[in-house]
């Protein structure tokens, strides 16, 4: 799944110790959650978006500790096959 904000690949973070998390624009927010939850992996959403430095916002989705970052990583790649992002930048 393409980054629409980034035209880059959206990606699963693992740094930190908190465990893997995802960046997302906030208008594929939903679209990244439904991915997420049709195939059955946990996760929570940080309740705030940021925008940094005047960008567009993002918001953070969370995996947790024991969460499957090359599982999701697959995930968001397939999904960015065939347009696998709804979103258009505004």
Do not use: C
């Amino acid at each position: 799944m393409t980054d629409v904000t980034t035209k880059k690949p959206l990606y699963v973070s693992t740094e930190g110790t908190a465990g893997p998390y995802i960046m997302v624009p906030e208008t594929q927010l939903a679209r990244v959650e439904a991915l997420l939850s049709e195939n059955g992996i946990p996760f929570w959403t940080d309740q705030d978006v940021i925008s940094i430095g005047g960008g567009p916002a993002v918001g953070v989705i969370n995996l947790g500790r024991s969460g499957n970052a090359g599982r999701v990583q697959a995930l968001l790649d397939s999904a960015g096959h065939g347009g696998g992002t709804d979103a258009t930048p505004e």
